[in-house]
């Protein structure tokens, strides 16, 4: 993206302040639209946060996020929020505040990741007044055969797939931290990186991938860049995101301590949560296909109700779920 694109704003901190002020805590105080694009580079690191244009929050009229725990049952679609059925360990996230917004932000490796992995969810948690941040980790400069592009040219062309697939399910903010694709390692810089963006939303759920997940099947084995993604968020959490005394240089520039309340991990082998995405399907899929660079539309619409179905297997009353390894930290 060039520098003087007029559709963004390099922003300084006072700039910064402006954007947070858009993203106010409370639903009842949320614009029903976010006027203004930003980018900016965050002090200290080489990360380039980008806010969305956005519709803002859209109107709820019913409660359609169903979180069940393990051996849980009950009706979905219920108007109510709650843990539906026995046993369960979920909780919704509107449940747990009352109308209070809470703060998410999803860490990824790859443009498109958050989009397969959990962009139903990010859509009915949009949806419900949540503020929720993307943190992309490489610029997916890699993810193509066309002997034509190069790299740069990729990446641009990704980032603004990813701008649109997020901009569409509600996402406030977009951070790309700019790291090789293909190349990515749980490294203390890319720690330091997302402790940095832990401190700087500080929020109560972090979303990241499973990294301890090396294959699956006889089909799939997991691109080490998701691994590393997933370590270096989980380590970044915990504990350095908490710690005082790790990574002072965050002292330095204004980052204060942050204790993460919730971390989702998806992909897991051991989902503990399952998010009924049946009311969302069809926007994840038109997200997903905003990442045409990536994706081949023949049957990916098929693919995608697969994996969902998949997914929600052995749920009772679901039909289209995302799952993940849910861990309440405090
Ligand atoms: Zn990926």
Redesign the pocket.
């Known amino acids: 993206m060039a520098s003087d694109d007029k559709t963004f704003w390099q922003c300084d901190e006072v700039g910064e302040e402006a954007a947070l002020e858009r993203a106010p805590t409370g639903i009842s105080t949320v614009s029903p639209r976010m006027r203004i694009g930003g980018r900016r580079t965050i002090p200290g690191g080489q990360a380039v946060v980008e806010t969305l244009e956005t519709e803002g929050v859209r109107e709820c009229d019913a409660w359609r996020c169903a979180i069940l725990g393990p051996g849980a049952s009950g009706r979905l679609g219920s108007k109510k929020p709650g843990i539906l059925g026995r046993g369960g360990s979920g909780v919704s996230l509107s449940e747990q505040k009352g109308t209070v917004a809470r703060r998410l932000l999803v860490v990824v490796?790859?443009p498109?990741?958050a989009e397969f992995t959990v962009a139903g969810s990010v859509a009915l948690w949009a949806r419900e007044g949540h503020h929720i941040w993307y943190v992309i980790c490489t610029d997916g400069s890699r993810g193509t055969s066309d002997p034509k592009l190069t790299p740069q040219e990729l990446s641009a062309i990704r980032a603004e797939e990813q701008r649109a697939a997020a901009r569409m399910l509600g996402v406030q903010e977009v951070a790309f931290l700019g790291y090789v694709d293909g190349s990515l390692e749980p490294s203390i810089d890319l720690r330091r990186d997302l402790t940095r963006m832990i401190r700087r939303h500080r929020p109560d759920v972090l979303i990241c991938q499973d990294p301890t997940v090396r294959w699956s099947g006889q089909e799939y084995i997991n691109?080490p860049?998701?691994i590393a993604a997933g370590e270096a968020s989980l380590a970044a959490v915990f504990p350095a995101a908490r710690d005082r005394l790790a990574f002072p240089e965050l002292l330095v520039e204004g980052l204060e301590p942050h204790k993460v309340a919730e971390v989702y991990v998806t992909g897991s082998r051991e989902p503990d949560l399952w998010v009924d995405i049946s009311s969302a399907i069809d926007l994840k899929i038109r997200a997903l296909k905003e990442h045409r660079s990536q994706v081949d539309e023949t049957n990916l619409e098929q693919r995608i109700r697969e994996w969902a179905r998949r997914a929600a297997q052995g749920r009772e009353g679901l039909e289209y779920a995302e799952s993940f390894k849910y861990f309440r930290l405090r």
């Open positions: 490796a790859h498109d990741d691109h860049d998701h």
